[in-house]
């Protein structure tokens, strides 16, 4: 089993549309997760930070569910410009873990 | 400000032959990290540093690959003999005090080996 996975996608929604992703990790220690996004043949970008308690910024929304091991991502209202891949990261004891990536394109 | 730089950005070579990986963090970072990056495994972390020191090369495939962090701002990823499967995008990463905060990516470097 892999330490994070992902449904690599991809994920076809039309503009305004919600969409969710979901990402489990195996390790019950992880101590830190974040979501990164990857466009096409650019680098990784942190997109947000996952605390605890939830998280917002903006149309999206992050949720860490620690007792069942996963970790959520939801975009509200997608654009055009969401089209990315979405990398889950799991960190425990320095040890950064990334998922494959889940695909989303947004279209008119 | 200057992100991380890396070069060359691509870079097409022929089996055996050696590659050399550049990488300059963004100043004042002290954790560096090499990832690679295929379509087949995803994003793996190769090695990193921390304070120029290597931290965990576990990630780094094997003997064939080494890297180094003379400095605080220079780092390089070295593969020899390359091979074929070693064809990927190469990134590098830095962060402020480990790998448990936001890390910056720098643009990769593509790799092919014929």
């Known amino acids: 089993r892999k330490e994070v996975e992902q449904d690599p996608g991809p994920f076809n929604v039309p503009e305004g549309a919600t969409v969710a992703f979901n990402c489990t990790y195996s390790?019950?220690?992880?101590?830190?997760f974040f979501w990164y996004r990857q466009d096409c043949r650019k680098e990784p970008k942190l997109l947000m930070s996952v605390y605890s308690s939830g998280n917002e910024d903006g149309r999206f929304t992050a949720q860490l569910n620690r007792a069942s091991q996963y970790i959520s991502l939801l975009i509200r209202d997608s654009k055009l410009s969401d089209s990315a891949t979405y990398l889950c990261v799991v960190n425990n004891n320095n040890d950064m873990r990334f998922g494959a990536g889940t695909r989303l394109t947004v279209k008119p | 400000d200057a992100g991380v730089i890396q070069s060359p950005r691509h870079e097409v070579t022929e089996m055996g032959q050696e590659v050399t990986l550049r990488c300059k963090p963004i100043?004042?970072?002290?954790?560096l990290f090499w990832y690679r990056q295929t379509m087949m495994r995803g994003l793996e972390l190769l090695i990193y540093?921390?304070?120029?020191?290597?931290?965990?090369d576990s990630g780094m495939p094997e003997d064939r690959f080494s890297a180094k962090m003379p400095n605080a701002s220079f780092s390089t990823l070295k593969i020899q003999p390359s091979e074929p499967r070693d064809s990927a995008v190469y990134f590098c990463a830095s962060s402020f005090s480990g790998p448990g905060l936001e890390q910056f990516f720098g643009p990769g470097t593509r790799l092919t080996v014929l």
């Open positions: 100043s004042g970072h002290n954790s």
């Open positions: 390790n019950s220690a992880s101590q830190s």
């Open positions: 540093f921390n304070n120029n020191v290597p931290i965990d």
